[in-house]
């Protein structure tokens, strides 16, 4: 897998004319990389509303620290019975605080490291040309478009970032 990025990349001063960029590119098979300062959900819509994993993960560890915290003191509590005034020796109530942080631990952890993991995928997957990265107006007031394509499609691109009024446009060969 190589990242090395080849492609174009535009900057855009309104957030009308970066969707509608978006939209177009969409239509002709391309899944752009869009670089923003905030959330915008205007984004979202225009890049068909993709779906992290993200949830899923923090739902399925959330689980397993859920059951870990109950069965574990149901385990050590069964295996090692103290009997006292002929209480119940697994019993709910008790175990609950234990599945709760269990649950809270093991859900934020594997959430931070399944989020870790998947930037590491999608920067290797998806490069971004080191001089957008390091473009500052992306973190105050200005929208950003990346396109990966071949050396053939440069100046369709261009010219399509040019057309939904990208302020600046720069291609680069990988």
């Known amino acids: 897998m190589s990242t090395k990025f080849s492609g174009v990349w535009g900057t855009f001063e ?4 970066t969707t509608e960029a978006i939209e177009e ?10 670089l923003s300062p905030c959330p915008r959900h205007e984004i979202d819509h225009a890049l068909g509303e993709p779906q992290s994993p993200v949830p899923f993960i923090s739902l399925f560890f959330g689980a397993l620290g859920c059951l870990i915290g109950y069965s574990l003191p149901a385990w050590t509590a069964s295996d090692w019975v ?8 697994v ?20 959430t931070l490291l399944g ?3 998947l930037i590491i995928i999608d920067s290797l997957k998806n490069p971004i040309p080191k001089a957008a990265r390091e473009y500052l107006r992306f ?3 200005r929208f950003g478009i990346v396109v990966r394509c071949e050396a053939s499609q440069y100046t369709l ?14 291609v680069e060969k990988g």
């Open 14 to 17: 309104y957030l009308d004319d």
């Open 25 to 34: 590119l969409r239509k002709k098979g391309v899944e752009p990389t869009v």
């Open 82 to 89: 103290l009997p006292v005034g002929g209480k119940p020796i």
């Open 91 to 110: 019993t709910i109530t008790p175990f609950t605080i234990i599945g709760f942080e269990m649950t809270i631990l093991h859900a934020a952890i594997f």
């Open 115 to 117: 989020l870790t993991i």
């Open 139 to 141: 973190q105050r007031d």
């Open 157 to 170: 691109y261009e010219d399509l970032l040019k057309k939904y009024q990208a302020e600046e446009v720069y």
